[in-house]
């Protein structure tokens, strides 16, 4: 893809997915149930999509395939900060659907070019608070989504338990922390997660791909 628009995002993001604890994706198996669905939060630190500024603004991504995600056939949607002003709001959305961006870059570019249908982005409110070492996270979406991560618990002592994937070939992270994530989305991708595959990770990336 021929890139017109530079950008680049520092962020922190939380991640919950419908699989078992160590995401087979991330290990270039099947998903643990033959299916994917999936709800990711953003909290942009510092980003620009040109001369548009997305410091301080919030996303969330979320979708669901028939099969792996390699496979198609997906349906995705994403939602942006009320907060962004017009400029912003095309700007993030053209990123989270994979545009401006070169092939293959980005899990963004994956997720779009995997899903054929694509339902119009949603504009709102995003509360969202997460803390990558201690492996928490709220994402709130009033009346859409209502999702949390926690540590994972030792299921003899219940103490909390710490893995981390380290993947220096990922389009997303260079590392992140896992942990436990508990989801419940409404609307036409509905879906319910409940203590499956939680992702925390601080995340860069550009138009190119990941840079560090």
Known sequence: MTV???WEIKATEFANCNCS???????????????????????IEQGHFGDVKLDGLRAVTMGIWPGAIH?????????????????QREALVKILFGQETEDMATMWW???AMSPDKLPPLYGKI????????RVARLEVPGVISSKGEPIRNIVS??????????????????AEIGSGTS???GPLAMELKDSYGQFAHIHLSHKGRLN
Do not use: W
């Open 184 to 186: 419940k989305i409404s």
């Open 127 to 134: 509360d969202f608070e997460v803390d990558v070492d201690r």
């Open 4 to 6: 017109s628009v530079e």
């Open 110 to 112: 994956v997720f779009s």
């Open 21 to 43: 604890y160590a995401c087979p994706c991330q290990f270039s198996s099947l998903p643990t149930h033959g299916n994917c669905r999936y709800v990711a939060g953003y909290q």
């Open 158 to 175: 219940g103490a909390e338990h710490r893995v981390r994937i380290d993947f220096p070939q990922s389009f997303e992270f260079k590392q």
């Open 71 to 87: 496979e198609g056939r997906g349906t995705m949607q994403v939602v942006v900060d009320e907060g962004a002003d017009a400029r």
